[in-house]
């Protein structure tokens, strides 16, 4: 799990009130591109529990079709014990979403640094665990050059 111990990380995977933006946490896959959305799409439909968070919704075969696509819901991402919500906003911005307190222990723990390291891998980018809406606050980084989720080094 590239050394990282819960608690290392507990204590930002819990909704801070007052002293940090935001109560969600957000996975981000930096630069992307539509090639990388096909990539995640791909790891998420087959490595995953997943449904679309609207029953009627049939799902395309590519993510380039979801973006044709007008009402598109949020896909359900079962990550151990926590659900984890990809957003299909933008064509070049992956971006994942799951309530902290969902987060119940190492081995849920485990599984998130999974789902970064495989978005990491996919893509050959760099994928941020960061506090909802704040991009310079990241929690844990996976960069291609290393192939490890670590917490970022500060400068």
Excluded at 19 to 29: K, Q, S, T
Aim: hydrophobic share 40%; proline share 7%.
């Amino acid at each position: 799990m590239s050394g990282i111990r819960w608690n290392d990380v507990v204590d930002s995977l819990r909704p801070q009130v007052g002293d940090r933006p935001g109560e969600l946490r957000d996975i981000v896959v930096m630069d992307s591109t539509i090639h990388d959305w096909e990539c995640v799409y791909r790891l998420v439909r087959q490595g995953y529990q997943h449904r679309f968070t609207l029953p009627e919704f049939v799902p395309p075969e590519s993510a380039a079709d979801l973006f044709r696509t007008e009402d598109v819901p949020p896909l359900l991402v079962k990550v151990g014990g926590v659900e984890v919500f990809c957003w299909f906003y933008l064509e070049d911005q992956i971006e994942l979403s799951f309530d902290p307190r969902e987060v119940a222990g190492e081995d849920d723990l485990v599984a998130l640094v999974e789902l970064l390291a495989g978005l990491g891998r996919c893509t050959e980018k760099r994928v941020v665990l960061i506090y909802e809406g704040a991009p310079d606050w990241v929690i844990l980084e996976y960069r291609p050059e290393s192939g490890l989720v670590q917490r970022p080094v500060k400068s």
